[in-house]
């Protein structure tokens, strides 16, 4: 009997083996074989975007506990008011406005609702003990951009949405105007004006800092109809551009594409390119979210919309064929980093809602990025592959062995915000897999076909033959 069965296998491998052997170019449409992708491709279903962000709201809701032991604020894995969280308060409420759960809202509200409660009692123990609270202290004395802008934003999109429900909060607003206070009138600069630091050398810009100053005044200027902090943001915009970009060899249509150097100091000549990552995606965030809340006719507007597109145009030129970008732009030697592929992805799909950059030229990027983004969302919800907090360093083994980690707070935020983009962008759009590649039209194209030429209102159909 195991002969037998022994014999039969053999027969059947060998008849496979012929089938196998049998296709060609003739008997079978070998385009319309199936590719094999590392990280996925083709049109999510939003369903399933909105599933993988629920499985990271879940691990965030478990690991930033909104409650105080004492007068403090209870220990979490992740802080309450560091600014990589501050980035997490923001994407969250963009979120829920976009798929209509109140889980996201309520994540931040719970949570600065509770930053703005004990700060009363937080301020009084700190001016007393600086060591009392370090996630307070953050809140009642910033001392740098780090502390005061991207919570500010947070803050000020909380402040908005109780203005609209006629439950504004007076303590909220004095937190507010102590982070501007710092960005806008403490924070040191160089003698131009712009934001800068004294480290690692006196007269240091940081690209960092075009999102950790900038975005905060810009909203400020929505909260309060303040035009002046508007004008502050698009002159800051223009002296980071002067310093910080660099025209790359690759042209879009009339727009040169640039990328940023991640740091700029006064004494040196000449000025190294080190275009990381996660810089460069804190500089398109910051595009987005001055793009955002200025008025469409307001002067200067143009040339945030013109540095976005430049910026887009030289990020889209290296993005990798996994659908990730490498943690050096420049290098595709450095490992593939997650938190600025989720920025990148939340910037383009934003930029494509908003009708800033065209959604046929960048759509299917946008949706292969967060392929690629939702591959490095565990089982836990946990964000893999983000790189720890950076330094700033001018050669490049100080950015390709950065270490990552899971508990690197800056992929969280990036991840929601880019998800909910996401869905919003299918919602928007017209995409559709056409020849094994996906396709974004600009309307929807109701054939099943796996081959089709575009579908337009009063164009008779083309016939595909092969």
């Known amino acids: 009997m195991k002969k037998l069965l022994?014999?039969?296998?053999?027969a059947l491998s060998s008849i496979a083996t012929s089938v196998a052997q049998e296709v060609n170019d003739v008997n079978t449409p070998l385009h319309l074989m199936n590719p094999v992708y590392q990280y996925g491709y083709g049109i999510p279903a939003q369903e399933d975007v909105k599933s993988t962000i629920d499985r990271v709201m879940t691990f965030l809701e478990g690991a930033m506990p909104a409650e105080t032991v004492g007068d403090k604020l209870k220990t979490g894995t992740l802080r309450l008011t560091s600014y990589e969280i501050g980035v997490l308060y923001c994407a969250v409420q963009e979120a829920a406005k976009v798929t209509g759960d109140e889980r996201y809202s309520?994540?931040?509200?719970?949570?600065?609702?509770?930053?703005?409660?004990?700060?009363?009692?937080?301020?009084?123990?700190?001016?007393?003990?600086?060591?009392?609270?370090?996630?307070?202290?953050?809140?009642?004395?910033?001392?740098?951009?780090?502390?005061?802008?991207?919570?500010?934003?947070?803050?000020?999109?909380?402040q908005i949405k109780k203005q609209a429900d006629k439950q504004s909060n007076t303590q909220i607003t004095k937190i507010i105007e102590r982070y501007i206070e710092h960005v806008y009138r403490k924070q040191y600069r160089l003698q131009d004006g712009t934001l800068a630091r004294i480290r690692p050398h006196y007269n240091t810009v940081w690209l960092d800092d075009m999102y950790m100053g900038i975005p905060c005044l810009a909203w400020y200027g929505k909260l309060t109809g303040n035009t002046e902090y508007y004008d502050e943001a698009i002159r800051q915009i223009r002296l980071f551009r002067d310093k910080m970009a660099v025209p790359q060899s690759v042209m879009s249509g009339q727009e040169q594409a640039i990328l940023f150097r991640h740091g700029w100091v006064e004494e040196m000549t000449p000025h190294p390119f080190f275009p990381w990552g996660r810089a460069n995606g804190w500089a398109i965030l910051t595009m987005c979210e001055v793009l955002d809340v200025l008025p469409a006719d307001y002067p200067g507007r143009n040339e945030i919309l013109t540095l976005l597109r430049q910026h887009v145009a030289g990020l889209t030129a290296v993005q990798d064929k996994s659908g990730f970008w490498h943690q050096l732009l420049n290098d595709n030697t450095t490992y593939l980093e997650t938190s600025a592929t989720a920025i990148y992805t939340y910037c383009l799909a934003h930029a494509i809602n908003e009708g800033w950059i065209d959604n046929?030229?960048?759509?299917?990027?946008?949706?292969?990025?967060?392929?690629?983004?939702?591959?490095?969302?565990?089982?836990?919800?946990?964000?893999?592959?983000?790189?720890?907090?950076?330094g700033m360093?001018?050669?490049?083994?100080?950015?390709?062995?950065?270490?990552?980690?899971?508990?690197?707070?800056?992929?969280?935020?990036?991840?929601?915000?880019?998800?909910?983009?996401?869905?919003?962008?299918?919602?928007?759009?017209?995409?559709?897999?056409?020849?094994?590649?996906?396709?974004?039209?600009?309307?929807?194209q109701k054939t099943n076909e796996p081959i089709f030429s575009e579908q337009r209102e009063g164009v008779e159909d083309e016939k595909v033959l092969w």
Request: hydrophobic share 45%.
């Open 6 to 10: 022994a014999i039969t296998a053999i």
């Open 393 to 444: 360093g001018f050669d490049p083994a100080f950015y390709a062995c950065r270490p990552v980690h899971v508990m690197a707070a800056h992929g969280y935020g990036p991840v929601i915000w880019a998800g909910g983009e996401i869905i919003r962008m299918l919602q928007k759009t017209h995409p559709k897999m056409n020849d094994s590649a996906v396709q974004f039209y600009a309307t929807p």
């Open 106 to 158: 309520k994540f931040a509200a719970d949570r600065l609702g509770l930053i703005a409660k004990i700060e009363p009692t937080s301020y009084k123990r700190l001016s007393k003990d600086m060591k009392f609270d370090d996630q307070m202290r953050k809140v009642c004395f910033p001392t740098a951009l780090d502390d005061a802008g991207a919570m500010c934003t947070g803050f000020i999109r909380y």
């Open 360 to 390: 046929l030229a960048y759509g299917a990027q946008a949706l292969l990025a967060w392929h690629a983004v939702s591959s490095q969302v565990n089982a836990k919800g946990q964000v893999e592959n983000t790189c720890v907090g950076s």
